[in-house]
């Protein structure tokens, strides 16, 4: 069975760090693109970052480009995100998400993910 989990999640204060955790299960990572998604409370699901199946290609949204960080081991069948600088504003649901890469053009995805975890929760404030 495909599955996704998240962790690494918490509490933290502004300009702490967290590390978050998407460990796949039922399916090998090595095919996919992984993404990392976030959802405030009355807001939508937005991208934070994306990688490609080969590494090559890591993608980050505006607002965290040079304090997040994402990396992969497909050995271990897990994508990671570094969470450096943490503002009240990146205080949301986390998300982590499989889908099929793209093979050309800008983007890690060929449409939306298919396979999506249930997410961790952080949250930045003093």
């Known amino acids: 069975q495909v599955h996704i989990v998240e962790s690494g999640g918490g509490l933290v204060q502004p300009g702490g760090s967290l590390r978050l955790s998407c460990t796949a299960s039922?399916?090998?990572?090595?095919?996919?693109?992984i993404g990392w998604f976030r959802q405030a409370p009355g807001k939508g699901r937005e991208v934070v970052s994306c990688?490609?199946?080969?590494?090559?290609?890591?993608l980050y949204q505006d607002a965290v480009k040079g304090r997040f960080a994402i990396s992969r081991d497909n050995a271990k069948n897990m994508v990671y995100l570094q969470m450096n600088s943490l503002r009240p504003d990146d205080s949301a649901v986390y998300y982590c998400a499989a889908g099929t890469p793209l093979n050309s053009g800008y983007g890690c995805f060929q449409g939306s993910p298919g396979t999506w975890g249930s997410g961790t929760q952080v949250t930045v404030s003093s």
């Open positions: 990688i490609s199946t080969s590494d090559d290609t890591k």
């Open positions: 039922g399916f090998t990572i090595d095919y996919y693109a």
